[in-house]
């Protein structure tokens, strides 16, 4: 399973649902309840996880661009948002879907997000959103998004962002050099600079402030449980992966902690809200 890959998004879809913060998402949804209408970029779109999760807090007509760089991610997501919608039509490359009472448009845009940003903005979207991304980018990356979302005068939502925290039951002395090791594998390069990682959620929020909006922010973790199995093995073994990569840890000491059974696991998230004051 590749970092992500349609499975492993569809195995994350139940437990991030769960995780968005309440407060955050109830400020998303007071500040547009009396439009009729909306426009949303969703950034790093995957197969629709972050609009199916947000079109319940956006008004009754929504337009969404989603933009991935994997083509095979947005033709997954297009098809989930066929089977998710309660009524849909196909429009060329649009789906045009009911659900829920309210009416959305969806347009799926391939790009690449370091080069393209910028131009996609300007296409005018009303509300910059994404879900699980924003750790994928730089300091410098965010710097120049928060001052271009300004510009433009657009409203800011992201879930989901990973924060750093993490624990898992039951506990083992190496859980934190595998965190450590974890953690300098966040930061390589995803294409953005040298990716923000944990840092992501402090950058956004002082760099949104930074050009006077106003932020709310609040916590989103995954507290998962036995329920959560598939979820949590997954999860055990990209942490593996991802520090044996890191080569500070020898290969006995992963394969070791690899091989702990663990009944429950807590992965620290941010989301943030962020508009113009
Ligand atoms: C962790 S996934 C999150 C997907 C989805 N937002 C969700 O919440 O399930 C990150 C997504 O960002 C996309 N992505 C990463 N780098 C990108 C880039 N440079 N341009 C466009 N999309 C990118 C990946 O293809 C992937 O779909």
């Not at 989901?160 to 624990?167: I, M, R, V």
Request: charged content about 25%; aromatic content about 8%; proline content about 4%.
């Amino acid at each position: 399973m590749n970092d992500f890959s349609p499975e492993w998004l569809d195995l994350r879809e139940a437990a991030d649902a769960r995780a968005r913060n309440a407060d955050v998402a109830n400020a998303v949804a007071a500040r547009f309840a009396l439009r009729d209408e909306l426009t949303i970029l969703d950034l790093g779109c995957g197969t629709g996880t972050n609009l199916r999760a947000t079109a319940p807090l956006l008004p009754s007509r929504q337009i969404w661009t989603l933009v991935d760089r994997d083509a095979a991610l947005l033709d997954t997501a297009k098809g989930k948002l066929t089977r998710w919608a309660d009524r849909h039509i196909l429009e060329g490359d649009a789906l045009e879907i009911e659900k829920g009472g309210r009416k959305i448009r969806v347009v799926f845009r391939e790009a690449d997000l370091a080069r393209d940003t910028g131009v996609l903005m300007d296409e005018g979207a009303q509300l910059i959103t994404a879900s699980a991304f924003f750790d994928l980018t730089s300091e410098s990356y965010v710097r120049e998004f928060a001052k271009a979302v300004a510009a433009r005068g657009a409203a800011f939502y992201t879930t989901l962002t990973y924060n750093g925290l993490q624990k898992w039951t039951p506990h083992r002395p190496a859980d934190n050099q595998i965190a450590a090791a974890f953690q300098r594998h966040q930061m390589r390069d995803k294409g953005f600079g040298p990716a923000a990682g944990p840092l992501a959620s402090s950058h956004l929020i002082d760099q949104f402030r930074i050009n006077g909006y106003v932020v709310v922010n609040g916590e989103s973790p995954w507290q998962l449980e036995r329920q959560d199995r598939m979820l949590i093995e997954e999860l055990i073994r990209g942490y593996a992966v991802a520090a044996n990569e890191d080569g500070s840890l020898d290969e006995k000491t992963v394969v070791a902690w690899l091989n702990v059974p663990r009944s429950a696991a807590f992965v620290g998230h941010t989301d943030v809200f962020a508009t113009p004051a």
